[in-house]
């Protein structure tokens, strides 16, 4: 069991290239989320999936896209990336019934100049 | 008021020594509990599960008081190893989504 995966682990961009973070697990879980990590804010969520298929927003859904075309995996898109998204971030998943914890990938640090 | 609330610190302990966290949350329809730990630049993973009644996991022993809308968590005889940020989470309003505390840091010193 791989758990959670992220790729890539580091990326440089400069502003208004596009990029996508891969988010893949294998523990069957109906439900996944991406996170941004910055320093003093806490985690913040971007956005999640309750299903294949299915997205919402969360917190800070400005400047992100997501799909979850696959159970999975849980695709966070960047189309013109700013300044303001230099931050690690991290995908998670989770069983669906209340009561479970959620579970990690290693975080991808995306820097944007 | 903020969602899971935590004194950031940092707490700097001795090697040995015991110390408590404290944590409030403002949804009084919250059922899950948790303490996550996170070493710096890596990921959070689970510490423990809060439980009512309280429960302990070795040195580690966690809190929750319902009524108050607390939660804490006490560590003792601190090692080197402890040192990392605990984050509170506390189940949002359905169950596929965790509210997490930004965090408190402890430094344990030789």
């Known amino acids: 069991n791989a758990g959670v995966t992220q790729t890539p682990k580091f990326r440089v961009l400069k502003t208004g290239q596009s990029m996508t973070l891969l988010c893949a697990q294998d523990m069957n879980h109906e439900y996944m989320y991406w996170y941004r990590q910055d320093p003093g804010m806490g985690l913040r969520l971007i956005h999640y999936s309750v299903g294949e298929g299915t997205t919402a927003k969360g917190e800070v859904p400005d400047g992100y896209n997501v799909s979850r075309l696959k159970k999975q995996n849980f695709l966070l898109g960047l189309e013109s990336a700013a300044p303001s998204q230099t931050s690690v971030y991290f995908c998670a998943s989770k069983r669906t019934a209340r009561g479970y914890e959620q579970y990690f990938g290693p975080g991808t640090r995306l820097t944007v100049t | 008021r903020k969602e899971v609330e935590q004194d950031p610190g940092p707490f700097n302990v001795p090697e040995g020594a015991t110390v408590a966290f404290n944590c409030t949350y403002s949804n009084s329809a919250s059922q899950s509990f948790f303490w996550y730990r996170q070493d710096c630049r890596k990921e959070p993973k689970l510490l423990m599960s809060v439980y009512s009644s309280g429960n302990e996991d070795g040195r580690f022993t966690a809190q929750l008081n319902r009524a108050s809308q607390y939660i804490s968590l006490l560590i003792r005889d601190s090692k080197l190893s402890d040192s990392a940020t605990y984050l509170c989470?506390?189940?949002?309003?359905?169950?596929?989504?965790?509210?997490f505390g930004k965090g408190t840091k402890l430094s344990v010193i030789p």
């Open positions: 989470v506390v189940n949002g309003a359905g169950s596929y989504q965790l509210t």
